[in-house]
């Protein structure tokens, strides 16, 4: 579904993305782990041809994403960001279905496939009809996973969904998701910088650091056999809460 082989990306003198190479088959859910600045979100800019590598080859459905081929595979990949992405000026329902406009799907089809998806992600039907300015941060979530499962994509790109979500909110979106991803059989890659959360989506996790994908396995390997200091102090930072009766 997806694969980068030796693939970098260098800005002048700056290298957001060393040498890099992995692969992403059916069906798998890839969580990519790392702090701010470690390359995890530039993974996903060059998988959806927003950015080009300055080396090697990145490969979608096994075809080379060139600027030729990117238009036409990009219709094949769900994209969703903090918020949702949704369009500040359109309703939530036109704005989730903007891409099906364009290609020529009729407005009766486009609100059948809202309804399914609406049921399906647990968005009400009246939600559709609000800007996004009305609705609350879990709402956008869900109706910018809507728009990203518009037009049934093999692979989805999700880049910190949950970030700006409270604690509850992240926690029933999570499970909801989880759900939707296993009904529908679809290849996830998340971006995240919870690694509690890459353990818990993720059959694998793959850890960055600086540019670099220092090492992917199961959350449990990466715990037992980790492959570098960096490996251990990032899963060691994900503290438990304090024991009862400790300071407030």
Request: proline fraction near 6%.
């Amino acid at each position: 579904m997806l694969r980068f082989e030796n693939v970098e990306l260098r800005v002048g003198d700056r290298t957001l993305l060393a040498p890099t190479s992995f692969a992403v088959t059916k069906g798998a859910r890839l969580a990519v782990v790392g702090t701010s600045g470690a390359g995890k979100s530039t993974i996903l800019r060059l998988a959806l041809g927003l950015a080009w590598p300055t080396g090697g080859e990145v490969q979608v459905f096994g075809e080379p994403l060139t600027r030729a081929s990117c238009p036409r595979l990009r219709l094949r990949m769900g994209y969703v960001v903090q918020e949702g992405g949704l369009f500040p000026h359109l309703k939530a329902g036109e704005g989730a279905a903007l891409v099906a406009r364009e290609l020529g799907w009729s407005a009766s089809r486009r609100r059948e496939r809202l309804s399914e998806l609406g049921s399906l992600v647990g968005v009400a039907p009246e939600l559709f009809d609000r800007y996004p300015f009305q609705l609350s941060g879990g709402q956008r979530q869900r109706l910018g996973l809507v728009r990203a499962l518009m037009l049934d994509p093999e692979l989805l790109l999700f880049d910190e969904p949950f970030a700006a979500l409270d604690p509850v909110s992240s926690a029933r979106l999570e499970d909801d998701l989880l759900g939707v991803i296993d009904a529908l059989g679809k290849t996830l890659v998340m971006v995240t910088h919870d690694v509690g959360q890459a353990g818990r989506i993720g059959h694998d996790v793959a850890v960055m650091h600086e540019g670099r994908l220092l090492q992917r396995g199961t959350y449990a390997r990466l715990a037992r056999e980790p492959a570098h200091p960096f490996v251990t102090e990032l899963l060691q930072a994900q503290r438990p809460a304090p024991p009862s009766g400790g300071a407030s």
